[in-house]
């Protein structure tokens, strides 16, 4: 199959495929990354993706690109396949203002925290205030984790003990090194989820389904920095069943932001 930008791509198995949405990709410019709306979407139509959860990369409100809202804002008024989680910066004295600001014109259906970027532990004061903030408007928070001390599902577990009226995603499921420790986090702790990223084992999203049940199991890209098609197939490949395939490309994500 050739894109539209006349590379060569993965065909998805469009035989058994599903309705597939995608609870981690990007929309942003920073550094040597300009992916915009329109790299995005180009790359979820070749890998047939209807929605994307889109993030910035700039943790919010940054103060070192000023039109960084600004764009993230306008990519989710202008692209109805886009579902806003709101990056932010919890040491930022402007982060709960913004959260409740662009909570109200109904604009996101979640928060993103990443304690790598930011260098701020997951359960520390300011990071426990936006993640109680974000379950009290219905919004469930996608924490990064692995591979980092700052990062781990271990770390972010304290979060979900503190605040278990809170649903968290173990974004990554716990990159490379910790996704064993991910899988025993969820199953100690129901309000916690795995979202399928960049993490590079098959065969883990096959022991997470075993372990945890595929309900609170997301598909998820880090597109376009990472081509989403790689990672569909890498779910494929994983061998779950139809219904438990079904789940964990949409319908388990749906169901968790139904209400938000
Ligand atoms: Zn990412």
């Known amino acids: 199959m050739v894109s539209e930008r006349g590379e060569t791509v993965l065909q998805v198995n469009q035989s058994d495929s599903f309705r597939i949405i995608d609870a981690h990709a990007h929309s942003d410019v920073k550094f040597s990354w300009q992916h915009t709306p329109e790299q995005l979407l180009s790359m979820m139509r070749e890998s047939g993706i209807e929605q994307s ?143 399928t990223s960049v993490m590079p084992y098959p065969r883990m999203i096959q022991k997470a389904v075993e372990s945890i049940g595929s309900e609170r199991i997301f598909f998820g890209s880090d597109a376009p920095g990472v081509h989403s098609a790689i990672e569909i197939q890498k779910v494929v490949a994983s061998g779950l069943s139809k219904d438990d395939q079904r789940n964990v490309f949409s319908d388990s994500f749906q169901e968790l932001i139904r209400s938000t």
Not at 86 to 114: C, Q, S, V, Y
Not at 127 to 151: M, N, Q, R
Not at 169 to 193: P, T
């Open 53 to 195: 959860v889109i993030t910035s990369y700039w943790d919010l409100p940054s103060r070192h690109d000023p039109h960084a809202v600004q764009r993230f804002e306008d990519a989710l008024k202008a692209h109805r396949e886009f579902i806003g989680f709101l990056r932010l910066n919890p040491n930022d004295r402007d982060a709960e203002t913004l959260l409740a600001n662009i909570a109200t014109g109904k604009l996101i259906h979640g928060l993103k925290l990443n304690p790598m970027t930011t260098a701020v532990p997951p359960w520390s004061e300011n990071s426990l205030k936006l993640v109680a903030a974000s379950s009290e408007l219905g919004l469930p928070v996608l924490f990064h984790t692995g591979d980092d001390p700052i990062s781990t599902p271990l770390q972010v577990e304290r979060v979900a003990k503190v605040c278990p009226e809170a649903s968290i995603i173990l974004g990554h499921m716990g990159g490379f090194f910790y996704v064993d420790e991910a899988i025993r986090v969820a199953k100690r702790n129901r309000n916690v989820s795995l979202e």
